[in-house]
């Protein structure tokens, strides 16, 4: 397992910093797949990370490459 999935498929002391961010945070793969993100987020979006993790953030927020600033950054 390299480091990348060891950090996202594990709750560790990561996790328990990033959920306590006021801000929205998201972590995406390359291909625009949501892996991860915080508690501000799921308030902000009214998506649990449990129910929408791995899913396409094209079909969750009907955004393009072009009106999303996550996928722009890909």
Do not use: H, Q, W
């Not at 929408?52 to 079909?59: A, D, F, I, L």
Request: net charge negative; charged share 25%.
């Amino acid at each position: 397992m390299n480091l990348f999935e060891e950090i996202f498929t594990s709750r560790n002391l990561y996790f328990d910093a990033l959920d306590r961010l006021p801000d929205a945070m998201y972590v995406c793969d390359v291909e625009g797949n949501l892996v991860y993100f915080n508690k501000a987020a799921e308030r902000l979006d009214g998506y649990l990370l449990s129910e929408v993790k791995g899913e396409s953030t094209y079909k969750l927020y009907g955004l393009t490459e072009t009106d999303s600033p996550l996928l722009k950054a890909l």
